[in-house]
């Protein structure tokens, strides 16, 4: 059966906790988490992947269904009107996609695809999708 996972990582974490300070982005994250959450099934899992990078797995999602919905998790993120202590902040996030069984056959083969596709999402110009 096909599955998709989706590594998303918050674009310049460090500038918003060093600017916002790190309370700010504390919530951030917590934001972010529960927006994640929001787009995950009940069979899917929604993760902290790490530092600010985040893992969504699809079982049963092909690769064009899995980049629609981490399109739609990115526009979610851009919009969403972080306010911490009544001030608007706002985040992005950059996201890479990798599908079973075109682009892997192993799940750390999946992992490495869509780390390369985050990889080239952040140094591509941030606040988007490459699948």
């Known amino acids: 059966t096909p599955l998709s996972i989706v590594l998303c990582d918050i674009d310049h974490f460090k500038r918003y906790n ?14 972010v988490a529960a927006i994640l959450s ?13 530092g600010e990078e985040f893992v969504l797995i699809l079982p049963n999602f ?45 799940a750390s083969q999946m992992v490495r695809a869509a780390d390369e596709r985050l990889y080239k999402a952040k140094h591509g110009g941030r606040n988007q999708v490459v699948g």
Request: proline share 4%.
């Open 18 to 31: 060093d600017q916002y300070g790190h309370q700010a982005g504390d919530h951030l994250l917590r934001t």
């Open 38 to 50: 929001s787009f995950a099934r009940p069979v899917d899992m929604a993760a902290r992947y790490g």
């Open 62 to 106: 092909v690769h064009s269904e899995a980049v629609d919905l981490a399109n739609r998790l990115r526009l979610r993120v851009a919009e969403e009107p972080f306010v911490f202590q009544g001030q608007n902040t706002n985040a992005t996030m950059s996201l890479g996609v990798s599908s079973f069984p075109q682009d892997a056959t192993t």
